[in-house]
């Protein structure tokens, strides 16, 4: 089983930047794909970025593209993603999620859906303050 650990999450102005990692132990081969995602209070999860570990491609939600970036490790089995010019709008708590590309295909519209995700971390706040 793999296992997600995301740590960076914080209180922060508009404005700020934070950068969250997702370090994956346990099975690191079933982490080809790795995404985030957040939820904010009364809302579904939102896919945020992801990005598939055979390729530079990176995949963005249009509410975050230009001011977040995801990138990874593969040494390290971790997973970064940078924000930028945080808005109160990104409070949620985000999370790190992963699967293999040998149980669902890497195109975008797979690597967009939370249920494609096959392993999740616990969730790091990240509350944006106007």
Do not use: H
Not at 1 to 21: F, H, P
Not at 74 to 99: I, P
């Amino acid at each position: 089983q793999v296992q997600l650990v995301e740590s960076g999450g914080g209180l922060v102005q508009a404005g700020a930047s934070l950068r969250l990692s997702c370090a994956a132990s346990r099975g690191t081969f079933n982490t080809d794909v790795m995404g985030w995602f957040r939820q904010a209070p009364g809302k579904e999860r939102e896919f945020v970025a992801a990005m598939y570990r055979g390729s530079d491609n990176t995949y963005y939600a249009d509410a975050v593209k230009g001011r977040f970036t995801i990138s990874r490790d593969n040494a390290k089995n971790t997973v970064y993603l940078q924000m930028n010019s945080l808005k109160s709008e990104d409070t949620a708590v985000y999370y790190c999620a992963a699967y293999s590309a040998l149980r669902r295909w890497t195109v975008p519209a797979i690597m967009k859906s939370p249920t494609s995700y096959d392993y999740w971390g616990q969730g790091t706040q990240v509350t944006v303050s106007s």
